[in-house]
């Protein structure tokens, strides 16, 4: 779509019109060029929503994150048009504002740790062997499919004590409910996700929830169902959309940065070239990957106060919409932006921009992708595209939904 600056001010961001290929670039540029902080004031479907700021250099971001009593998380939900019901939202410290949100937070922080992480490596990356032990013999497959998607979803799943044969169902769950503008992942839309996602997701949550208890073990399920609160246990909706939320971002957050990275490599085989000589640039290839393809397109938080960003007044009760898709493209910040650029090793928001919101799974998406590249190139150090890929339409989840690839003589190789 394109615009003139007569019509700029009357752009829907969130137009999915504006999606179907992926976050629209061409316009996030004019926006932080002309008008960084963009509002936006009417949303189609959605006439409980009564528009929302669109925030998309870097310095108002990480303003906005690090002031959550100015930018609260829990007054409007965390995404530009409230698909989740308000409450589901707030039963997740993502959706929280501190103090609760840090005594929530910090249930999960001792597993999360740097150094506990790096203590999965080995078992991590015999998931990766395993799932591409799965093409030998093959000459094509979907990367997203086939190889990034039941990656993640082992990965996440043994972390919550999810069982391998349950895999598969819980993606299908978590592409629905994160998806729901894609008629592929969600057929019915928001019915979609009201009607089937969400209750078969309580109903296996219930299960799990009800096992744990008897039964406890140490995966973070069992974490969820024993931890206290200010001296109470989380209730089952806490506990059900805590697992949720560890799940989604386990699910959504290494496959759509792993895929779009291989896409790049793909399309600019020089760069490949230079991970396959130096297999010490791969961390680096990770931070630019991250950076050009951050796997949530945005975040929300709600103004408490009439306050100023950019130069534009924020009123009490306005939704203000963190673009990451665009921050992480800004001119100003990044010599030649949209140039995949695996030397370049840059700083990105695609985890946060700082503040207490910052992605818990830091360091689990790190080793994630950096063990899938490292595994990939070593065996099919000459992939190549087979067709051409397709998104997955929405203005949430940033992520290729096929990846055709041809997988090319493969070779085993230590990296």
């Known amino acids: 779509m394109s615009t003139t600056r007569d019509d700029l001010d009357d752009v829907l961001v969130s137009d999915l019109e504006l999606w179907r290929e992926g976050p629209p670039h061409h316009l996030f540029r004019r926006l932080r060029s002309e008008c960084p902080v963009h509002w936006s004031a009417t949303i189609p479907d959605y006439p409980g ?14 303003a ?4 959550w009593r100015t930018y609260s998380s829990e007054l409007g939900g965390v995404t530009s048009v409230g698909v989740f019901p308000l409450e589901l939202i707030r039963s997740m410290f993502i959706g929280m504002d501190p103090p609760r949100h840090d005594r929530l937070k910090v249930l999960f922080q001792a597993g999360f740790t740097p150094r506990r992480i ?22 094509s497959c979907d ?20 069982p391998s044969e349950d895999d598969a169902e819980w993606a299908r769950l978590m592409n629905a409910a994160l998806a729901v503008g894609d008629p592929d992942m969600s057929p019915r839309g928001v019915d979609t996700l ?20 008897e039964r406890p073990t140490d ?31 386990g699910n959504d957050s290494t496959k759509a940065t792993y895929c779009s990275g291989m896409r790049a490599l793909m399309e600019h085989p020089e760069q490949r070239q230079l991970l396959l000589e130096d297999p010490s ?13 951050p796997a949530f397109a945005h975040f929300a938080r709600t103004a408490t106060r009439d306050t100023e960003l950019g130069g534009q007044t924020i009123r009490q ?21 949209d140039r995949f650029d695996v030397r370049r090793n840059p700083d990105h928001q695609a985890f946060g921009a700082g503040g207490r919101h910052f992605c818990l799974g830091t360091a689990l998406a790190r080793l994630e992708l950096r063990v899938l590249f490292e595994e990939s190139l070593a065996r099919y150090p000459s992939m190549e595209l087979a067709g051409e890929p397709t998104w997955v339409v929405s203005t949430f989840v940033n992520q290729l939904k096929t990846l055709p690839v041809r997988l090319g003589a493969g070779r085993r190789a230590v990296v």
């Open 49 to 62: 929503e009564a528009g929302y700021w669109s925030v998309t250099r870097p310095e108002d971001i990480h």
């Open 64 to 67: 906005i994150s690090r002031d």
């Open 118 to 139: 790096a203590a999965h490596e080995p078992a991590i990356r015999g998931i990766v062997v395993e799932v591409l032990d799965r093409l030998e013999g093959r000459e």
């Open 143 to 162: 990367l997203v499919t086939e190889v990034a998607q039941p990656v993640v979803s082992r990965v996440i799943g043994s972390f919550m004590g999810v």
């Open 194 to 213: 009201l009607e089937d996602s969400i209750p078969q997701l309580f109903e296996r949550c219930r299960q799990l929830i009800a096992a744990r208890r």
């Open 219 to 249: 995966d973070l399920t069992s974490v969820l169902v024993h931890a206290e609160v200010e001296g109470e246990r989380l209730d089952e909706q806490e506990i059900v959309m805590g697992f949720f939320l560890l799940m989604a971002a």
């Open 281 to 293: 640039l791969i961390p680096r290839a990770v931070e630019e990957s991250l950076r050009m393809f």
């Open 317 to 337: 009760g306005e939704k203000v919409v963190m673009w990451y898709a665009a921050s992480g493209r800004d001119e100003a910040r990044y010599p030649e932006p």
